[in-house]
């Protein structure tokens, strides 16, 4: 695959430092923002599919009138919790 470049970028020099000296063994400025960008942009699409769940889970809510108080997803959560928790044990 071909790549690309992306525009360079200008930033105070107290930042440039900052990331140099989080620089892992062997890893480059180049390679640290290349990382940084695709974790920005998984980040944002994760954020993005997260609020149209709860979007389409409203809609769904205000359409068929079936709500859950705090009670009943805490408690429900709680037992995920506890059969996943089982289910390493054995």
Known sequence: M???NMPSLRVD???RE???AVLREGESLSS???Q???D???RRRSQAEFIARGL???EEAARTGVYYTVDEVMGSLRNMLKDAKAKKRS
């Open 18 to 20: 900052a990331a140099e």
């Open 32 to 34: 640290f923002m290349e």
């Open 56 to 58: 389409a889970a409203r």
């Open 40 to 42: 920005e942009v998984n």
């Open 2 to 4: 071909k790549t690309a």
């Open 13 to 15: 020099p107290a930042l």
């Open 36 to 38: 940084s960008v695709r």
